[in-house]
T-cell receptor, first 111, second 117 residues
Framework: GQQLNQSPQSMFIQEGEDVSMNCTSS?????WLWYKQDPGEGPVLLIA?????ELTSNGRLTAQFGITRKDSFLNISASIPSDVGIYFC???????????FGSGTRLQVQP | GAVVSQHPSRVICKSGTSVKIECRSL??????MFWYRQFPKQSLMLMAT?????????EQGVEKDKFLINHASLTLSTLTVTSAHPEDSSFYIC?????????????FGPGTRLLVL
């Protein structure tokens, strides 16, 4: 079945630093989504990517849909304490409407 | 935007009772909704796909008679955990699929924490 490898599993950084995380897949996806989940809450959509090679920004967040359609990365610039949480990548293809999730990246920001 | 609500946000019940969780898309119609379960420090695991007006599609290993899903309208799907047991305690999250100008995105509800005593 489809698998998403997300790395790193966790990061502990200082406020103001930039962060990068990525996901790779064993198969092709037509959509890549990045979510953030706070403790006890549902995931919140950060960025949606629909085309190979697409680079999209949302404030301090930037994400790219890999050319091969098998990978994506998320960058957070100038991190702040409220960036703390778990970030999940998710992929979708046309044949299977449900999302396949990465294992998550736990981000901690030291003020 | 796209808002998905869930009710209740948390529930505590005795073993053997049934619990119903509602998932609503508040500002868009969703022909397809999804139900996930999440255990502590783990990713989301898809349980079933809920299709408006038809039977739900369950993932392998998920008992359809235990986790009853009803998607009676374009804005509401319900998940009923029947005869709940302590091992069913988990964080249940729904999502609704929104179509917009040829693209599809899933928006998640805030989750329901179930504790079975």
């Amino acid at each position: 079945g489809q698998q998403l490898n997300q790395s790193p599993q966790s990061m502990f950084i200082q406020e103001g630093e930039d962060v990068s995380m990525n996901c790779t897949s064993s198969s092709i996806f037509n959509t890549w989504l990045w979510y953030k989940q706070d403790p006890g809450e549902g995931p919140v959509l950060l960025i949606a990517l629909y085309k190979a090679g697409e680079l999209t920004s949302n404030g301090r967040l930037t994400a790219q849909f890999g050319i091969t359609r098998k990978d994506s990365f998320l960058n957070i610039s100038a991190s702040i304490p409220s960036d703390v949480g778990i970030y999940f990548c998710a992929g979708a293809d046309t044949g299977r409407r449900a999302l396949t999730f990465g294992s998550g990246t736990r981000l901690q920001v030291q003020p | 935007g796209a808002v998905v609500s869930q009710h209740p946000s948390r529930v505590i019940c005795k073993s053997g009772t049934s619990v119903k969780i509602e998932c609503r898309s508040l500002d868009f119609q969703a022909t397809t909704m999804f139900w996930y379960r999440q255990f502590p420090k783990q990713s989301l695991m898809l349980m079933a796909t809920s299709n408006e007006g038809s039977k739900a599609t369950y993932e392998q290993g998920v008992e359809k008679d235990k986790f009853l899903i009803n998607h009676a309208s374009l804005t509401l799907s319900t998940l009923t955990v029947t005869s709940a047991h302590p091992e069913d305690s988990s964080f249940y999250i729904c999502s609704a699929r929104k179509r917009d100008r040829g693209t599809e995105t899933q928006y998640f509800g805030p989750g329901t924490r179930l504790l079975v005593l």
